[in-house]
Structure formats: structure tokens, C-alpha cells
């Protein structure tokens, strides 16, 4: 998998471009999407699964879809359906999304349409339309309601069940509010035998920030046991759908095909020893597709000295680029992009805000590195996923200050491609959002 951070001259380059020129040729504060990277991301997953079903003779497919949800960028959700094997929905309106992009590529219809996600009428009537459409959809059941009212329809819908399970990556939380309890999905597997539905999928959701193998196969272990449980009741389940969790590569030295190989090996010992056949793989990529697509890039505009280390200030509020790091505690990758030949200082980072919260510095160090200069630029690494939606795109932001340049970056038939999508957010836009006349 291609490395995308490079040091080269003193500067920062990413997917092989030199951050400061972008900065320098765009103005900050910039947001670049790099739509090739969404590209990489999916084939190289991909094409590390098609070597490990090689190595091990394993006889299932492997389906690699993208979780809107990540990030509902046009260009975003596009790139990665066109790549991908298929989407996956978490919402009606999610899937009325997906339904026009497969519109605009009929080619596709072919592809995989998982759907998650607590489903109220509207969502399950979209999901029987697209069925009778043709599509190639499948519904996770999350509550017995959907399935009573799926059954209630009489229809040859493909089906399958998300398996609550207790989260591991979060002790103090004992459990998460998805999935059926053992005596639902008992329930559907005496029951289903009696209805049109075709159970066809066995779901769980593998969470996390970080891989982390030992959670991940006890994880696993549980949830595969109701597949061997189920297929040996319905031959038509044929699907494992093991979710999210994909090990983010930023550092490019994530080593896929050990990953891959150890899954398949997994999986077959567990059908030998049960006598059941081994399943198609499913895997709901958001995080691992999207997130080191983009990067944001500020200018340190001031330096203030009130303690310990000096205060460099940057010109926008970091709180708008990286909600996830404040409200869910995820990594962000922070680092200057150029001056990175000269000596480097402690400091905090700042935004321009009064706001005390809208700072950086590693916590256990109590400093950031910057190099020891009057022009440094900084950037956020992987800011890819769910910034969009978590931050209120093209809406109102933290102090009023104004949302960032919009580039996104791209090759098309061999020619690179660079389109400002959005210019920054002027005084106007944000009064017009607030109706208040200028």
C-alpha cells in the first residue's frame, strides 16, 4: 500500500504533493481532498483480500463496501462506489442517496446494498422498493419490529440479523444499543421458515479507532458462532458481515495481506470444525476508505508566551477540522508541513478563538514540535470521515469563523485535475445562514 507522508527539502509532502505549495497556491485555512487515495484505499483492501483467497484456497468471495455514513461528499461517496463492491446504509435518507447514485451508474446495479441501522416504516418501504426494483439488497434486521413488518409484506426479501454484542473497546460501557438479544434471533430462525424472507446474512459490527487482533478475533469468535448456528439451519445464509474495524494505513506500514490471510485461515477452521460451508465476507469500510482522503492546513498567524511553553496561533479554530478527537477522543496526526530543516521548539497549538478548549499538544508530553520559524504552516492529517457531518458542513461554525477553502485533488484518464469546490466561507454565507441581513 502507497505511503502518503514523505519529508522531501524541508517540507511535508502527502500523496506526493507538497502541502505548503498547496497552502501557498490556495490560501488557508484549506481543506484538500485527495479523491485518488479514497481509490487506493478500497483496491488495495481489495486486492489483499483476492492474494489471501488465493494463498488459502478459500472458496467465498470477499465484498468490500462503503459506509456513507464516513462522509456524504458527492465526490467522496462517488470515488468509492465506483471502486467499491457496494454501499452500505445507515439511514432512508442514506439509502435515497445511494438509490441516485446507482442511478447514475446502471452499470453498477449489480452491486451490494447493505442496509443498517434502526429502520422506521419509511426506511423498510424504500428498501421493499428498491427489492422489487431489481437491486441486489440486503436489510439487517437491528429490531423485531422490522422483521414482523418485513413478514407482514410476504416478500422474497434477502435478509440477515445484527448480533448484539457487548463492547469491548469501551469497559466502562457495558453495552451498545444494537443488535438482536439471543431470544429474537431465536425467534426469527424457528420463524423465518414460515415467511417468504431469505435469511442471507449474519451482521455484527467490529469497532474500534485502533486494530487491535486479540479484540478483534474474540470479537469475531462470537459472532461467527451464530452464522455456524444458522447455516446449519438455512443453507441460504452465505454471508459474514463482519462491519467496520479495517486497520487505518496512514503510516503505510499496516501489512494487509498478514491481516487478510489470518481472517480466511480463521474462518475455514472455524467451517471445518463446524461442517459448514465457509461464507462470502462482507466488510463496511467508512474510516479506513475515507478518513486519509482529506487534510486541513492552517497558517500560524501569532505566537503568545503565558507559561510554560509559547502559544502558536493558527488562523481558524481547530475544533471546526477534528470534532472526532474532541467529542470521541479519536487521533488526529498533527505536524508542520514546511521549515521541518530548522530546530524545532515546544509549543501548544491554538486557534484564533477565545475559546479554551481550542487547543492541541500532546497530552502525555505537554508540547507540540514546531519548527523555530516566522512562515509555519501546520496540518491535520485524516480528517477524511464523519468531519463533514460531525462539523455541519456549509453551516455555522465555532466562533463564527469561516469554513475552509474546499480543493479536491484527482486523476482522470491519466491527467491530474484540481477543482476548488467551494471558496472560503464568507461573512455573507454565514449571515444568510442565520438570516441576517448584511
Request: with cysteine; hydrophobic share 35%.
Amino acid at each position: 500500500m502507497k505511503k502518503l507522508i514523505e519529508e522531501k527539502d524541508g517540507n511535508l509532502y502527502y500523496n506526493d504533493y507538497c502541502l505548503v505549495d498547496l497552502a501557498k497556491k490556495f490560501g488557508t485555512p484549506l481543506s484538500i481532498t485527495f479523491l485518488d487515495v479514497i481509490k487506493d484505499r478500497i483496491l488495495s483492501l481489495q486486492e489483499a483480500f483476492s492474494r489471501a483467497r488465493k494463498e488459502t484456497n478459500y472458496a467465498g468471495e470477499f465484498f468490500c463496501l462503503n459506509a456513507n455514513k464516513a462522509n456524504y461528499g458527492k465526490d467522496e461517496i462517488e470515488s468509492a462506489f465506483i471502486y467499491s463492491d457496494g454501499l452500505e446504509t445507515s439511514s432512508f435518507y442514506d439509502l435515497v442517496l445511494s438509490l441516485k447514485m446507482f442511478e447514475k451508474y446502471p452499470q453498477f446495479k449489480h452491486k451490494l446494498i447493505v442496509c443498517n441501522g434502526l429502520k422506521q416504516d419509511n426506511y423498510l418501504d424504500a428498501v421493499i422498493m428498491a427489492h422489487k426494483a431489481g437491486y441486489n439488497i440486503i436489510t439487517i434486521i437491528d429490531d423485531i419490529y422490522e422483521y414482523d413488518y418485513l413478514k407482514a409484506k410476504n416478500i422474497d426479501l434477502k435478509i440477515g440479523f445484527r448480533i448484539h454484542l457487548s463492547s469491548l473497546y469501551e469497559p466502562e460501557v457495558p453495552d451498545d444499543r444494537f443488535g438482536l438479544m439471543d431470544d429474537e434471533i431465536n425467534y426469527i430462525l424457528d420463524d423465518i421458515k414460515n415467511t417468504k424472507l431469505v435469511l442471507d446474512t449474519i451482521h455484527y459490527h467490529q469497532r474500534g479507532f485502533d486494530y487491535e487482533e486479540d479484540k478483534f478475533f474474540k470479537n469475531f469468535d462470537i459472532a461467527f458462532n451464530y452464522y455456524i448456528k444458522s447455516k446449519k439451519m438455512y443453507d441460504s445464509v452465505i454471508n459474514f458481515d463482519f462491519g467496520g474495524g479495517t486497520p487505518l494505513p496512514i503510516d503505510g506500514n499496516f501489512d494487509y495481506d498478514a491481516y487478510t490471510t489470518s481472517i480466511l485461515k480463521h474462518v475455514m477452521e472455524l467451517c471445518n470444525k463446524n461442517g459448514v460451508k465457509t461464507p462470502n465476507l462482507i466488510g463496511e469500510n467508512g474510516k479506513y476508505s475515507q478518513k486519509d482522503s482529506t487534510v486541513n492546513i492552517y497558517k500560524v498567524v501569532g505566537t503568545k508566551n503565558t507559561g510554560k511553553y509559547p502559544w502558536y496561533i493558527v488562523d481558524s479554530s481547530l475544533l471546526i477540522a477534528i470534532p472526532e478527537m474532541y467529542a470521541l477522543g479519536e487521533p488526529i496526526l498533527i505536524k508542520p508541513i514546511n521549515n521541518l530543516e530548522k530546530p524545532m521548539v515546544k509549543a501548544r497549538l491554538a486557534g484564533i478563538t477565545c475559546d479554551c478548549d481550542d487547543v492541541y499538544f500532546d497530552k502525555e508530553k505537554g508540547y507540540f514540535l514546531i519548527p523555530d520559524a516566522d512562515d509555519d504552516y501546520i496540518a491535520l492529517l485524516g480528517t477524511g470521515s464523519y468531519q463533514n457531518s460531525m462539523n455541519g458542513k456549509g453551516g455555522v461554525h465555532h466562533c463564527m469563523l469561516p469554513e475552509e477553502k474546499d480543493v479536491i485533488i484527482y486523476n482522470k484518464n491519466g491527467n491530474e485535475l484540481i477543482k476548488v469546490r467551494k471558496e472560503l466561507q464568507t461573512i455573507e454565507d454565514i449571515y444568510g445562514l442565520l438570516n441576517i441581513k448584511h
